[in-house]
Every structure is written in C-alpha cells, then in structure tokens.
C-alpha cells in the first residue's frame, strides 16, 4: 500500500515536468513515460507469461498511440500547407483578372484620347452654333471620361502593388512554414 501511495505522488512530479518540457522534447517526454509504465508493469508482479503478455500489450497500445498522434500532426501540417496554396492560387488568380481589366481600361483610354482630339480639331465647313454646343459637350463628356479613367489606372496601380506585396508576404509564409516542418 506505501509503494502505490509513493508511486502516486511521483506521478503528479512527472506530469508537471512533463508539461513544462518544451515541444521538441515531447517525443522524448512520451518515451521516457512509456518506459516508466512498463517498467511499473513489469516490476508489479511476478515475471511469468501473464505480465510478459501485458507489457506486450502495453507497449503495442504506445506504439499505435505514438503512430496515431504522428498521423494525425502529419494531417494538420498537410492541411496548413494546402490552405497556403489555395491562398496563393487565388492570388495569383485575382492578379491576372486586374492585369486583363487594366489593358482593357489602357484600350478604352487610348479610344477616347482619340475621339477627343478629333473633336477638338474640328470639321472644315460646320459653322453651326449647334455643332459647337454638342462638340464642346461631347469634349467635356470626354474629358471627364478621361479624368475618371485616369484615376482608376491610379487605383488598378495601387491594387496592383498590393497584390505584390501580398504575393511577397504569400511566399514568406510559405518559406518559413518550410522552414518549420523541416
């Protein structure tokens, strides 16, 4: 009965080291406590076939244990690396789509550039003051179309340097993720 109160309070100092040691040595920590349990296995009783048996027994639920934890730490580092990829293709993905939408933007620019300074010149013959007043709206309608072209060229721009610098930070990520599992 001593023993198994002596035993009992050991236990309680073993965990709290246990759970002060750090991460790396947890492996270690778990060896160190499986052997402690079969040690207590063994030490128990008689050495006959029964507790041969039992600390085999012992010792195959450890195994499968540590083989089950391995697994399952295995899974979430294959999962965190996957949602890294998934983040990075979608990136990549919305930075084609700004790159497709700024040439598009870029074309209709160049288009209204041109309308405009064909208004501007003017046609020989139209002395209307009609022709004027649409002209000079039509210019101004142009301008501004300009102007508000101008403006989301600057924020395509601003997107796009975001997008880098997201992509930076994306692959930053991944290297010290790399870095870790290793």
Known sequence: MSSQLSRNKDQPHIRKSLADSSPTSSAAATKSLRHERLSRLSSSGPSDASNNTATNHAESYFLRRENRLSARKKAEEETANNDYKKMYEKALATNQRLKSRLETSKQELVMIQDQLQRAQRGRPGDCGSNMLETEKKASWSLKKKITDMEEQLK?????????????????ALIRVITKLSK
């Not at 601003?158 to 997201?166: A, F, I, P």
């Open 155 to 171: 924020v395509k721009a601003e997107l796009k340097m975001e997008n880098q610098r997201l992509k930076d930070e994306n692959g």
